[in-house]
Every structure is written in C-alpha cells, then in structure tokens.
C-alpha cells in the first residue's frame, strides 16, 4: 500500500493560481494604505483631544478667575494672596497661548480646525485681559478695572458657551 496523494482536478490549479494572482494585489494595497488609515485615525484622535483639553482650560480659567474674585470679594483671599494666584493664572494663559501658537503656526490644523483654534486663542486673550483688569484693581484700587474685567468676563464667556456648545 503506498500513500498517493490524490491528483488534484484541472479546475483546482488554476483557481489557486487566479486567488494567488488576485488576492496578492489586495494584500499589497492593503498593507499599503492601512498605515495611512492608522495615521489618520491617530491624527483625528490628536485634535479631537487637544480641543477637548483647549475647551477644558478655558472653563476652568474662566471659573478660576471668577472664583479668586468673589473670595477676593468677600474677603476670604487678601491681596498677597489673590495676587500669588492671579499672577499664577496670567502666567499659566501666557504659556498655553505660546504653545497654541506654535500649533497654529506649524500648519497641522486645516479647515475649521484653524477657525476653532483661532476662537480659543482669541478667548484665551479674553481672560488674560479679564485677570489683568483684576490685578490692576487689586494694586490701584480704580473701579474703571472693574468694568474692564466685567467686560473681558462677558466677552469670554460669550466665547466659552459658543465653543462648549452652551445654551444661555
């Protein structure tokens, strides 16, 4: 007895030979392209997280500031104090504004990213502008700060709502 292997049918070979000629093509294109899929996907994961952080940073400066100026207020912060964290925050805007900057610059945005970038900055200067107003309040005492940093407030929430997408 010996074990023969059966010989295969005349159909067989040739469609092995036409899945091989066929098939080969797709795998190609397919390791081709899905690096760019990959990077694409990881390119879009980048800017949906870098304008979830960006609208984060300008509710969370926002509520900062406005919160260190009712406990300024009421007197539960002194000057020293709100100044030390006020200083801190205008510190903080100047650094994420270098940094979006940069972002903007380097052409990585298009289409509406570069508008929605350009809103952010453009808060970001909103509330530099309204932490300035209450530091020079704190350091003069002149009520012309106050309807300054009133105005930047009002200006930047206005921003804020627009870019969070909240209803008044």
């Known amino acids: 007895m ?15 030979s036409l899945c091989g ?24 994961q980048m800017l949906q997280t870098t304008g979830a ?13 406005g919160t260190l100026a009712d406990g300024f207020v009421k007197k539960v912060y002194d000057k020293d ?7 801190a925050y205008i510190q903080i805007i100047k650094n994420i504004k270098e940094q979006l900057n940069k972002l903007q610059q380097s ?3 298009q289409g509406e990213d570069v508008t ?7 808060t ?3 509330l530099a502008a309204e932490a300035n107003a209450f530091q020079s309040y704190i350091t003069s005492g002149d009520q012309a700060n106050v309807s300054v940093y009133d105005g930047k407030r009002k200006a930047a929430w206005k921003n804020i709502q627009e870019i969070l997408g909240i209803k008044d």
């Open 21 to 44: 000629r066929l098939l080969a093509p797709v795998l190609l294109f397919l390791t081709a392209v899905y690096p760019a899929f990959c990077k694409a996907d990881a390119q879009e």
């Open 107 to 109: 052409g990585a945005l």
């Open 81 to 87: 104090t709100t100044s030390q964290f006020l200083g």
């Open 124 to 126: 970001y200067d909103l």
């Open 116 to 122: 929605f970038m350009e809103k952010v900055v453009d």
């Open 2 to 16: 010996h074990d023969a292997q059966p010989k295969p049918s005349p159909m067989q070979v040739p469609m092995k």
């Open 53 to 65: 952080l960006c609208a984060q940073g300008l509710y969370l400066t926002y509520t900062s500031v």
